[in-house]
């Protein structure tokens, strides 16, 4: 994502949907590690559900091709 926003530009990132939605999906899923490796939240945690939005991540690409 970092590479990508360097790349592109912070104004041509945005201006993608799916750009939008890969970012939200990567910032989600730190912040679930983060809160994994702290043991703050139990294995079920709520922020394990954006886990499933992985899948759709990878539907995506897997369309593109």
Known sequence: MIIKVIGL???EYI???F???DASIVLL???DIMLTTLSVGTGN???S?????RVLRLMKL???W
Do not use: C, W
């Open 9 to 11: 530009g912070p104004k």
């Open 15 to 17: 201006n993608d949907r």
């Open 29 to 31: 899923n730190t912040v």
């Open 62 to 64: 897997a369309k593109s």
């Open 45 to 47: 945690s709520a922020i």
């Open 49 to 53: 559900v954006f886990r499933g939005f």
């Open 19 to 21: 750009n939008i939605f």
